[in-house]
C-alpha cells in the first residue's frame, strides 16, 4: 500500500479536484500529468467523483489517483473499489481511525489545532492535512505546530494559491501543499486542457527547500 509521507514527498502539490462531469476526468488527468502534477485528489463532493477515480485509475496508470473529503468510514472502501490509491480527510473521527485500520486505503486525516493534531498522533498519523490551512493561521501555525510537534509532516491546504504556496513550501514541517487552483472550475467547464497543462507546469516547478 502507498505510504502516505512518500505521497505527500512526490511533488510540491497536491490538486484538490472537484469533478462535475466523469467526462471531464480523463482530459484533465491527461492535462495535469503532462504537466508533471501525477497525484491527483478527487473529491467526493459530487456525484461523478467515483466514476471520475475509476477512468482516471483505468487509463492512466501512471497517476497516483485518490480521493478527498473523505468523511464517512464507508468513504474507504468504495474508494479503494472504484481504483482509488489513497483517501483524504478534512478532519479525523473515532470511525474514520477505525476504518482507516481496516487499511483499504491509506488516510491523510485533517486537523486544525493542536488537541486535533495531538489525538491524530495520538491514533498513529504522523502526516497530516493542516485544514483550513490559511484561515487556521497559515505559516505563523505551521511554524508553532512545528515547535511542538517536530514529528509531524503537513500537507497545508484551503486558502492557498500559486503566490503563498511557495512560503509554505519553505517550512520544514510542510511536504507539499493542497490546492484547487490547478482545476478551477471555469476552465474545467471550457474544456481549457491546455491552461490547465500551463498552471500544473507551473506549479510542478515549484521549489521543495
Ligand atoms: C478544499 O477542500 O476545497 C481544499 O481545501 C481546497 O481549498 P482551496 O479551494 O482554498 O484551494
Keep these: 500500500m502507498l505510504d502516505i509521507e512518500a505521497l505527500l514527498n512526490d511533488g510540491p502539490v497536491i490538486p484538490v479536484i472537484v469533478i462535475q ?42 497517476a497516483i489517483v485518490g480521493v478527498g473529503t473523505v468523511t464517512r468510514p464507508e468513504d474507504l472502501a ?19 481511525v477505525a476504518a482507516a485500520r481496516e487499511g483499504a486505503l491509506p488516510l491523510l486525516p485533517g486537523a486544525m489545532t493542536p488537541s486535533e493534531v495531538l489525538q491524530a498522533r495520538e491514533a498513529g498519523f504522523t502526516a497530516l492535512k493542516l485544514f483550513p490551512a490559511a484561515q487556521a493561521g497559515g505559516i505563523g501555525m505551521l511554524r508553532a505546530l512545528g515547535s511542538v510537534f517536530p514529528d ?41 486542457w491546455g491552461a490547465i497543462e500551463k498552471l500544473a507546469r507551473a506549479t510542478s516547478a515549484l521549489a521543495r527547500t
Design 21 to 62: 462531469d466523469a467526462e471531464q476526468a480523463l482530459p484533465l488527468a491527461r492535462a495535469l500529468l503532462a504537466g508533471g502534477v501525477r497525484v491527483l485528489e478527487v473529491t467526493l463532493r459530487t456525484p461523478a467523483a467515483l466514476d471520475a477515480v475509476a477512468a482516471i485509475a483505468a487509463e492512466h496508470p501512471q
Design 78 to 96: 468504495r474508494s479503494a473499489a472504484a481504483g482509488a490509491q489513497f483517501a483524504v480527510s478534512p478532519a479525523l473521527t473515532r470511525s474514520l
Design 152 to 192: 509531524v509532516t503537513f500537507c497545508p491546504t484551503g486558502g492557498i494559491d500559486a503566490v503563498s504556496a511557495p512560503d509554505y513550501l519553505a517550512l520544514p514541517n510542510v511536504a507539499c501543499v493542497g490546492g484547487s487552483w490547478l482545476a478551477p472550475p471555469a476552465l474545467l467547464k471550457a474544456g481549457d
